[in-house]
């Protein structure tokens, strides 16, 4: 029995070898799978072990077509703090060093340890105190560092601007919005991107390249060195630098002179369609929109009723009234639905119309040249009523329509010239199906004989109006306006240097210039006259759903190899002749001699003083 | 006395020492990866952990020089006095001992910290093989159960009482030892049923397939094939066996056919096979007027009665730490960040090795300290993502065949002392070796033991070295007489 007993137990050795075999089995299996089979572990462990720092590459610097420089980079100063690394110190003159409360210090500490707000923090990794001090805090802060340990200068880059100018132009840069992030994969969480103006229309040329810095971080998030030495590195790549063809002098002193107004200025060179000056008044400082400062201000700005914000130049739509009328006169002669010879009498109205459009006081009857000079409405009434209801050329009135529509759309108007500036509008030129929704497909001439004079459905920008102007100035073709001249050397895109000709033919546009001379000698607008230097001009008095008319002004000079095409638009400044008129003088007169002559100081005093504001502000 | 020192060399087990030298040599390449930093003081400095295992390493051939040079009857002779002395150790540990992250077992004699529950291993191993190898002794009286088991369990309470509950644990080791020597299977079984059953139960405790409990259904299932399987060992009846697995597999085909028609819980069916096992064990029982049947009937209740009982006792008896600590073991929680990161970071660091591994230093998770306690408890963490799928395969099967050489030797000792010390020592191996890599590649739950011979620290190596050598000049005396 003992033997028995004895021999039993023996036996048991085998279960125990058995159960260390089993046991071994089990463990290699577990390690096949953990090591050969599933791969999601060296994942989890490249993203634990490397940090893949972004070195951001500075952004590309923006000049004016003098090669003054407007925007550039400046080192801002971002506080950061390592939590496990604070040692009691004097939370008091910290907060006075920074020019913070004691309860805005202790909110912001509490906002960083949560880690809802917060998801990435880590005692041990640097934190972001205080965004964008600016130098003069910085000062002050540097010299008591060391007082407070834990807290550390970050150096980055903010923009600065040399002039309180072109804000609306330059534009300016913001975090980027999930959107952003969705559309670019280029961005992350965090990122700045231009916001608007040139910095978000040529936004992939200023940002340049992003670089990439490989780094090893321990299990609490301290950096250990670079991995492989670097060799995983990339360089970033700066940003390239613009050229604006804007004239920054120019630009500021149409600023000027649209202070306390609504409105706009637009310059453009005929010979390149670059744009010399865009004022969208009112306007601000662009480095009111860079720093700490910059999420208050902006909005401040966007709750402004007059929108400083929106870019009146190429994104506000008026009505363009009487500057419309070279338009009209060219589709006219173009169409041949009048000649030079072709004469229309108007007795201070347009009589199928009972007497409107009102006219004014002028020889009758009158030809184009002089229908221009004087502004008559009753000769571009008589002219669209033609065009539109004489069945000879096409067989429908919105046939016919549609035809004066395209020649419109050739000459820039209804559509958008494709300046580089973002949210450029179209304007509108109405069709026949729109008066067919109007009137149930019932209308003639009569019904829609406003648009002859640039009133009713008729809608344009005044960089559109300018481009008229420019196209008069060329006899016939433009070049799409452009706000950057060049991109660090290189010149403009393509599309910029192509000229678009209208469907009309060059005589008529001399023709038509004759008129506008004639505006200028013994019409209208002969406050715009300069001594120097033959300036064509056309005014416009655009009636307005309320308030006082807008008073505008478009022209050329000179009238052979002109130089320059301008618009002026005030909003709600009455006559055209009155307020734009002279202040495009005053444009013409700073751009042709570079400064106001002594004898017309006092009108540059009078017309930056005087005050235009809407109604409803005031 | 110059021909017996020859004798002891020249008897030694050439393979288990091969076997030592390889393992605490791969051990300190291992630290040397795992404490690895950018700004090292160079491996060889002493104030590095590589360069003070090193000098750990020496000593231990000090120390396995004067086991050997010692006569083989020292160990049975000394065996209570030394057990005594580390119980007087252990005991002063718990109230001169500094509280180091939550532990009290460390001594500390000037620069040097010592822990003395590893050396209690050999010492308890001592003891019971003095105990049990007494002339005339069996281990199937109420007494000697008695006096084994308050030898395993006093440093077992002193250890706890240091707050290492995890080495305390390792002293259940001792019990394959008591398995091997007459303890009923029973006892084993049930231990390992119980932690079986629980494991599975608290899984699967949430997860319905369909309208069936799952960890219920797999507990019942494993229960009723035990049972089968015990009840055929007893008397071998191939006909009773194909009746009863031919029965057991239609009711649940006739189940599965049923869910065409009728959406039900298949437990019942389980509960039904049950009673109808229970009937019939009684029956034979009776019949063959045979007690084992009614303990096989017993085994099935308590089974089915703990399976009950798990969700109660984990609710209620468990504190909520050592809760979580169980779930995160068994996937039912996921926080990487909270108690499982230990587990997630050192499955991250094995399984990003691959086959092959990243290379000697090369492991980024190791060096950059990913996993905590890598050089100490995690250590085959670094063996795994350096060396690979193939070093650390070979680290477990050098494990697995020293183990397996010390039961082969523990078997073949005439002296019951060292064949009793001999399993000890296997056991005690086996079980560490269980523990710690079951931990670090996230199968067993998370208790901090070393790794016999990798761990860094000197107390560690020096106890399982004492441990191995003294079986090992234990094994030599068996062939000088």
């Not at chain 1, 040529?202 to 301290?222: F, H, I, T």
């Not at chain 1, 067919?436 to 004989?449: L, N, T, V």
């Not at chain 2, 295992?53 to 040079?69: N, R």
């Amino acid at each position: 029995m003992t033997t028995n007993i004895k021999y039993a137990l023996e036996r048991r050795r085998y279960v125990l070898v058995a159960a260390v075999i089993v046991v071994a089995i089990i463990f290699i299996a577990r390690l096949f799978y953990l090591q050969v089979v599933d791969h999601e572990y060296k994942a989890w462990a490249d993203s634990n072990a490397f940090l893949k720092k972004t070195l951001y590459p500075s952004r590309g610097m923006i000049y004016d077509r003098k090669d003054r420089l407007l925007v550039y980079n400046q080192p801002a100063y971002d506080v950061m703090l390592i939590m496990s690394e604070i040692q009691p110190f004097d939370t008091l003159d910290f907060c006075r060093a920074v020019g913070i409360a004691r309860q805005q210090f202790d909110q912001r500490i509490a906002e960083i340890k949560d880690r809802r707000l917060n998801p990435g923090y880590s005692a041990y990794v640097p934190q972001l105190f205080m965004n964008q001090l600016s130098a003069q805090d910085y000062g002050i802060l540097q010299e008591k560092l060391y007082k407070f340990p834990g807290f550390y200068i970050q150096n980055r880059t903010i923009r600065e601007y040399e002039y309180p100018n072109a804000a609306l132009v330059l534009g300016n840069i913001g975090q980027v919005n999930k959107q952003d992030i969705a559309d670019d994969a280029y961005y992350v969480q965090g990122d700045d991107s231009g916001r608007s103006g040139v910095e978000r229309s040529y936004e992939s040329v200023l940002r340049g390249q992003k670089g990439v810095e490989v780094l090893l971080r321990d299990a609490r998030g301290r950096i250990q060195g670079k991995y492989e030495n670097g060799a995983y590195d990339v360089a970033p790549v700066s940003g390239k630098n613009l050229t604006l063809a804007l004239d920054m002098e120019l630009q500021a002193f149409g600023e000027q002179l649209m202070s306390n107004k609504v409105g706009s200025i637009v310059m453009i060179e005929p010979a390149t369609g670059e744009i010399l000056c865009l004022v969208s008044a009112p306007t601000f400082d662009p480095s009111i929109l860079v720093g700490r400062q910059r999420g208050r201000n902006h909005a401040m700005l966007e709750a402004d009723p007059l929108k400083p914000l929106f870019d009146r130049s190429v994104m506000g739509t008026y009505p363009p009234g009487s500057t419309f009328k070279p338009a009209m006169g060219l589709t006219l002669l173009g169409e041949g639905v009048i000649t030079t010879e072709t004469h229309y009498s108007c007795a201070g109205g347009y009589p199928p119309g009972g007497g409107k459009p009102k006219c004014h006081g002028h020889a009758s009857p009158l030809s184009i040249v002089p229908a221009l000079a004087t502004s008559c409405n009753s000769f571009f009434c008589w002219g669209l009523r033609e065009m539109l209801d004489n069945r000879r050329r096409y067989p429908t009135v919105q046939e016919r329509l549609d035809r004066w529509r395209d020649v419109m759309r050739d000459m820039g108007f209804g559509r958008k010239l494709g300046v580089d500036l973002p949210n450029e509008k179209s304007g509108q030129i109405p069709n026949s199906r729109m008066y067919d929704r109007m009137h149930k497909g019932r209308w003639a001439s009569s019904s829609i004989i406003s648009l002859a004079i640039g009133q009713g459905e008729v809608l344009t920008t005044p960089v559109q109006l300018c481009n008229l102007a420019a196209t008069i100035a060329n006899k016939g073709f433009f070049y799409t306006p452009h706000i950057v001249r060049s991109i660090e050397g290189t010149g403009p895109d393509s599309a910029y240097t192509v000229r678009n000709y209208t469907s009309i033919n060059r005589d008529y546009y001399e023709i038509v210039s004759q008129g506008m001379r004639g505006a200028v000698t013994g019409g209208t607008c002969r406050g715009v006259a300069l001594p120097y230097v033959d300036v064509c001009g056309k005014t416009g008095t655009a009636q307005t759903p309320f308030g006082k008319d807008n008073s505008i002004f478009i022209g050329f000079a000179p009238q052979e190899q002109p130089e320059v095409a301008i618009a002026v638009l005030v909003e709600h400044g009455g006559f055209g002749a009155t307020v734009a008129v002279p202040i495009a003088r005053l444009m013409l007169e700073k751009y042709f001699k570079g400064e106001i002559t002594p004898e017309h100081k006092y009108h540059e005093q009078y017309y930056t003083n005087l005050a235009i504001m809407p109604r409803n502000v005031i | 006395m110059s021909s017996k020192k020859t004798t002891v060399w020249s008897n030694l087990d050439l393979a288990s020492i091969m076997l030592y030298v390889l393992l605490v040599t791969a051990g300190w390449f291992s630290i040397c990866g795992a404490s690895f930093e950018f700004d090292s003081v160079g491996w060889f400095n002493p104030s590095g952990r590589p360069g003070s295992q090193l000098i750990w390493i020496g000593l231990s051939f000090v120390l396995i020089f004067v086991i050997l040079m010692l006569d083989a009857d020292f160990f049975s002779v000394f065996a209570y006095f030394v057990y005594a002395a580390i119980i007087l150790l252990l005991i002063i540990t718990i109230f001169v001992a500094p509280d180091i992250k939550g532990s009290r077992s460390w001594l500390i004699i000037g620069t040097m910290r010592v822990q003395p529950a590893e050396f209690a291993k050999f010492a308890v191993a001592l003891a019971l093989a003095k105990y049990m190898s007494a002339y005339g002794f069996r281990l199937n009286n109420f007494k000697s159960y008695i006096i084994a088991l308050t030898m395993i369990a006093t440093p077992i309470i002193c250890i706890i009482m240091q707050k290492e509950a995890g080495s305390a644990l390792m002293f259940l080791a001792f019990f394959l030892m008591l398995y091997r020597e007459g303890m009923s299977g029973y006892v084993l079984l049930g231990g390992i049923s119980a932690m079986t059953f629980f494991v599975l139960s608290l899984k699967y405790a949430d997860v319905f397939f369909y309208s069936t409990p799952v960890g219920e259904m797999l507990v019942l299932a494993i229960v009723q094939i035990m049972t089968g399987i015990i009840a055929y060992s007893i008397k071998p009846n191939s006909l009773q066996l194909k009746i009863t697995a031919g029965g057991t597999l239609g009711a649940y085909a006739l189940g599965v056919g049923a869910t065409m028609f009728v959406e039900f819980n298949f437990v019942w069916i389980a509960w039904g096979l049950m009673l109808l096992t229970a009937g019939y064990l009684v029956y034979l029982s009776v019949k063959n007027w045979v007690t084992r049947y009614l303990l096989i009937l017993l085994f099935m209740l308590l089974s089915v009665g703990f399976l009950y009982s798990v969700d109660y006792v984990f609710d209620n008896v468990l504190e909520p730490h050592h809760q979580t600590r169980i779930k995160v073991v068994l996937g039912l929680e996921d926080d990487p960040r909270g108690v499982g990161y230990n587990v997630n970071q050192s499955k991250i660091a094995i399984g990003s090795g691959g086959f092959l591994g990243k290379g000697f230093l090369n492991g980024t998770q190791t060096k950059l300290k990913y996993v905590p306690e890598q050089a100490t408890d995690f250590i085959f963490c670094t063996v795994g993502e350096e060396e690979g799928f193939v070093g650390a395969t070979l680290v477990v099967i050098a494990f697995t065949i020293l183990i397996i050489r010390i039961y082969i030797l523990a078997e073949k000792q005439k002296n019951v002392f060292a064949r009793i010390y001999g399993h000890c020592v296997a056991s005690l191996f086996f079980v560490h070796l269980l523990v710690n890599i079951g931990m670090v590649v996230g199968l067993t739950p998370v208790i901090g033991i070393p790794l016999p011979f990798f761990s860094y620290g000197g107390s560690s190596l020096w106890g399982f070295t004492i441990l191995l050598f003294i079986f090992l000049r234990l094994d030599a005396a068996r062939k000088e007489r």
